[in-house]
């Protein structure tokens, strides 16, 4: 717990510190923002969940056959574990494998799995996947579950070693289902990052009330507003932060000040063409396989093989 917080802490420090204020997005999921995470998959705007959901049912039969059938299923950032039953149903997997930083989700999420289905084998692993990982011993070719999008919150070069590492966990004739998030119309992707119940902007400024609470700060929470911008440019939605008046504070032992309209950029989330998501994958030393998408184009599910 304490490695956690100050962790937290020198991120909050060096991020604060510097001219483009920014603290990395893995910092926004405590428990009242995993929460608020699980709120947001479910609001009317935010289509990735529901699309990819989807996608899953739909191509159960081709996901199975191409994926591999009867393989063990290895879930990267299992979390709540929502979308791997469709998953473990498509390829008829008995073997689950979910890894997790987070001990307490995967504890729930194996107590529901375990409880829903007895003779599945499950082998979880509280380890961080962003670094090569060894498994136990599991028979035969693995299939990777990397779903969500949660790709999207890597930038480009991040992303192809996190995927090298995949694959390098996985080893030798694995396969990789992955959900990307597709490029769009701005307007579509800035309402599903500022929702109209204000859902998203809760799950933001808890990152402020979390800094309060762990690391005595004295934030006002009202001095800040979210913001959500689509950069072209870039091919990612931005969140900020944007302080609406002049605003000085403490944290982790810190003075901090903060001038009206400046911005504390506290998440990417990197969207992908169909070309741009190939691309990725051979970057990364996997060779796609197949592609669906809805038929709007919201999303894409992807079949890599190793
Ligand atoms: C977890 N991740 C894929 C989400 C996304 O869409 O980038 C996080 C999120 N942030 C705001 N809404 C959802």
């Known amino acids: 717990?304490?490695?956690?917080?100050?962790?937290?802490?020198?991120?909050?420090?060096?991020?604060?510190?510097?001219?483009?204020?920014?603290?990395?997005?893995?910092?926004?999921?405590?428990?009242?923002?995993?929460?608020?995470?699980?709120?947001?998959?479910?609001?009317?705007?935010?289509?990735?969940?529901?699309?990819?959901?989807?996608?899953?049912?739909?191509?159960?039969?081709?996901?199975?056959?191409?994926?591999?059938?009867?393989?063990?299923?290895?879930?990267?950032?299992?979390?709540?574990?929502?979308?791997?039953?469709?998953?473990?149903?498509?390829?008829?997997?008995?073997?689950?494998?979910?890894?997790?930083?987070?001990k307490e989700f995967l504890e729930g999420a194996?107590?529901?799995?375990?409880?829903?289905?007895?003779?599945?084998?499950?082998?979880?692993?509280?380890?961080?996947?962003?670094?090569?990982?060894?498994?136990?011993?599991?028979?035969?070719?693995?299939?990777?579950?990397?779903?969500?999008?949660?790709?999207?919150?890597?930038?480009?070069?991040?992303a192809v070693n996190l995927l090298r590492s995949l694959r390098q966990t996985l080893g030798p004739a694995a396969s990789l289902v992955i959900g990307i998030d597709s490029r769009k119309n701005s307007r579509l992707l800035e309402a599903a990052y500022d929702d109209a119940a204000g859902i998203t902007a809760a799950f933001n400024l808890n990152l402020l009330q979390r800094i309060n609470r762990e690391l005595d700060g004295t934030i006002p929470i009202d001095a800040f507003e979210h913001r959500a911008v689509w950069h072209d440019g870039l091919g990612r939605v931005e969140m900020h932060l944007v302080a609406n008046r002049d605003v000085a504070f403490a944290a982790a032992g810190r003075r901090f000040s903060m001038g009206a309209g400046e911005t504390i950029h506290t998440e990417n989330s990197y969207k992908y063409t169909l070309e741009e998501a190939r691309l990725l994958a051979r970057a990364s030393g996997w060779e796609p396989l197949a592609f669906w998408t809805d038929p709007d184009g919201l999303f894409g599910l992807h079949v890599w093989t190793a």
Request: hydrophobic share 40%; net charge positive.
């Open 1 to 102: 717990m304490a490695d956690v917080a100050s962790d937290f802490g020198e991120a909050v420090i060096s991020g604060l510190s510097q001219p483009r204020r920014i603290i990395p997005a893995r910092y926004l999921y405590d428990v009242r923002g995993s929460e608020l995470f699980e709120q947001i998959t479910r609001l009317p705007e935010y289509y990735p969940t529901r699309t990819e959901t989807l996608l899953l049912k739909r191509h159960a039969a081709d996901l199975g056959r191409l994926s591999g059938r009867g393989r063990p299923v290895v879930e990267f950032g299992a979390g709540s574990a929502a979308k791997t039953p469709l998953l473990l149903d498509a390829t008829g997997a008995t073997t689950y494998v979910p890894i997790d930083i987070s």
């Open 110 to 158: 194996m107590a529901r799995l375990a409880a829903a289905r007895p003779a599945l084998r499950i082998v979880p692993i509280a380890g961080d996947f962003t670094h090569p990982l060894k498994l136990p011993p599991l028979a035969g070719p693995l299939t990777g579950f990397f779903p969500g999008s949660t790709i999207g919150n890597f930038d480009h070069r991040s």
